[in-house]
């Protein structure tokens, strides 16, 4: 049977920590000068962009390179999607051709599509709806800074938008059991049927509109840009909601004192948060930057299968 991720609903939980102990032997084993590991050799990976990447693209086709493969790589303005083909066309043809295929785009309706019309494993590197590669990475990381920590002892706070990147955490807190408090401003709350589901498992999974009381005891403090791509009309409306949601050193204060600060990036300092708490010790951004690239080797491993 194929294999997504698309959600964290895809993987159990038991398969989701194997893909975490992978990423980190896979580290370590980089981090050693040895790529002895190579799952793809021989074979490619697709990925589509409809969005700008930085880090994502770069992960993943480090990633893809270093696992023996090669990325194949398209914007959908390079497919005949562009041009009106059917989705159930391309991804039979896809199938034909590749062993996986990443992609990141605005509709989730169409990975989901990509996924029960093709035969390879789909791959959700961001939509409008989650980006739970990310969050994957943002966990690894956090259980990183906190070794020995059990996974269901973590407490997360998730401080801004209730988009993409909060509809994860919910799905993610629903499978592993740790903490999550989201504040987020009135009008601006996460998908409220994904976090009535992710409450059926946790009930440590709440919602508030004060970012001091997400915060409060939280070894992890989590932001984003105010305006997320596709969004950049609505900045105005957003920067006047979000004013009082900034992560500054008085709001990491209330945290947990060991706690560690996150990011997706691209930051906007001086925004959603300051330049001194991004600078900061307590800043995990660039681990997490880095920690994609290992997290998404190991996702690509456990997803397709062996020649």
Known sequence: MTRHFLTFEDLSREELLLVFKRAAFLKAERAAGRYLHRHLEGRAVGMIFNKHSTR?????????????????????GQTQ???????????????????????????????????SRGSIPIVNALTDEGHPCQ???????????????PLESLKV????????????????????????????????????????????????VVLT?????????ALAVNTDVWA????EAELD??????????????????????????????????EEVTEEVLESPASAIFDEAENRLHVQKALLEFLIPPL
């Open 228 to 231: 997320s791509m596709g969004q």
């Open 81 to 115: 999607m562009s041009r009106g083909e059917p989705v159930s066309h391309t991804a039979r043809v896809l199938s034909r051709y590749l062993a996986a295929l990443v992609i990141r785009t605005y509709s989730q309706d169409l990975l989901v599509e990509l996924a």
């Open 135 to 149: 969050v994957m990475t943002d966990i690894f990381t956090a259980l990183e800074r906190f070794p020995g920590l």
């Open 209 to 217: 509109h004060d970012p001091a009381e997400a915060v409060r005891g």
């Open 157 to 204: 706070a998730w401080v801004g938008d209730g988009h993409n990147m909060a509809n994860s955490w919910i799905e993610a807190a629903g499978c592993f059991g740790f903490a999550l408090k989201l504040a987020c401003p009135e009008g601006f709350e996460p998908d409220p049927r994904g976090l009535a589901k992710a409450r059926t498992r946790n009930p440590a």
């Open 237 to 270: 409306r957003r920067e006047k909601a979000f004013r009082s949601f900034i992560v500054d050193s008085a709001l990491m204060a209330q945290a947990d004192p060991r706690a560690i600060f996150m990011h997706c990036l691209p930051a906007h300092p001086g």
């Open 56 to 76: 994502t693209r770069v992960s993943f086709e480090c990633g893809i390179n270093e696992l023996g493969g090669r990325a194949v790589v398209l914007s959908e």
